[in-house]
């Protein structure tokens, strides 16, 4: 009996992998491996339509390719979640940095596309590296508004607003005025929820409203689909209809997996307009679907971030999930046509190894820094209010 004694674990003694279960927001994963699973449904539904449109011999190209980058992706969320704060911290700056330097890399010799220069070839992959730098930069402004917090004293928006204006700067170069948006949008919230003074956010709202003018008068293609947008008969608006046309002919139940005809008439049905092939084949209730989940993640993820103690978690935990929910209502909205048409993925769910590993990069790090952690104090699961508010 004292030998069974002595080779009995306490209870308290939990490995490695389920001591991360444990500590994890087991939601907010299950809701991402939904979506991942998901998109790799929709990818096999959207990639026999799009290797034939664009010549390549096997129809499953894109959907093997997507199993290989929502594998990667998983990895990638897990790797990041076993970070503390301070090491999330510490990989958002090494993230940015990367980017930034592949950015200034890509205006001189990256690939072009499509009339924009923003991605690098690697091989027989493309990589976009604002993907990555967009979850960085609100993990790093979280911080410093968080020290602003701690200390009044600390220059926090200046320098918040110089690590903001470099990319945005490198974006509009591209020029990627969609991902622009995007950025600033999340960037913003973060900025609000700080506590920043209105005369900061007054200056912030003018710049925005001034440079949304200048970006319309110095870019055709901005110009063209806004105007497309308010008057449909004057601009070239193809691809909304189609998606529309896909979403209508969906009904409720779907025409049936591998049953959409639509499809085959939309350039990117496989990536910025993959809900719609998704509407078409399975109807209302996929469709639906998709809303609630990206809603539940969001809702989610604020509610966790709400009962963080420390002040940057809870910035930089709010800001990362606002980010999934800005950029997956825009492609929602463009693909209903309620905005001008853009080029923004849906998150895991589109096919793309950039907009996957953007995803998880943001997944990973928001889980990271929700762990629960020794001695942290989230009075007793209550939430403890907006920073700021």
Known sequence: MAMLASVRLPRAEFSFISDWWR??????????????????????????????????????????????????GACVVVALSFLSPTGARRAAALFYLLAIALMIYILMFGHEAKGAQR???????????????????????AWLFS????????????????????????L???????????????FLTVFLISGMSWVWIAAFAGAAVVGGGVLYFAFEHVQKRVQGFLNPEAGETYQTD?????I?????????????????????AHTDFIYSVAAEEFGLIASVGLVVLFCSLVVRGLLIANRQSENFPQLAATGLFALIGYQAAINLAVNLNLMPAKGMTLPFISYGGSSILGSAVTIGLALALTRKRPGQDLRNGKATGWVGW
């Open 23 to 72: 500590t994890i927001d087991r939601p907010v994963v299950l809701i991402a491996a939904v979506l991942m699973t998901m998109g790799l449904v929709f990818s096999f539904a959207s990639s026999g339509a799009a290797t034939g449109r664009l010549g390549f011999n096997n129809e499953y190209f894109f959907v093997l390719r997507q199993a290989m980058f929502v594998t990667i």
């Open 119 to 141: 991605w690098l070839r690697i091989g027989g992959f493309s990589f976009q590296p604002s993907e990555i730098l967009k979850p960085s930069l609100i993990v790093l402004a």
């Open 147 to 170: 020290k602003r917090m701690e200390n009044p004293s600390f220059p926090a928006a200046r320098i918040g607003m110089a690590l903001y204006v470099l990319p945005v700067a490198l």
């Open 172 to 186: 509009i170069a591209q020029p990627d005025i969609g991902q622009t948006g995007l950025l600033t949008m999340a």
């Open 242 to 246: 189609r998606a529309l046309d896909a």
């Open 248 to 268: 209508a002919a969906g009904d409720f139940l779907g025409r049936g997996p591998g049953e959409g005809e639509i499809k085959h008439f939309l350039p990117d």
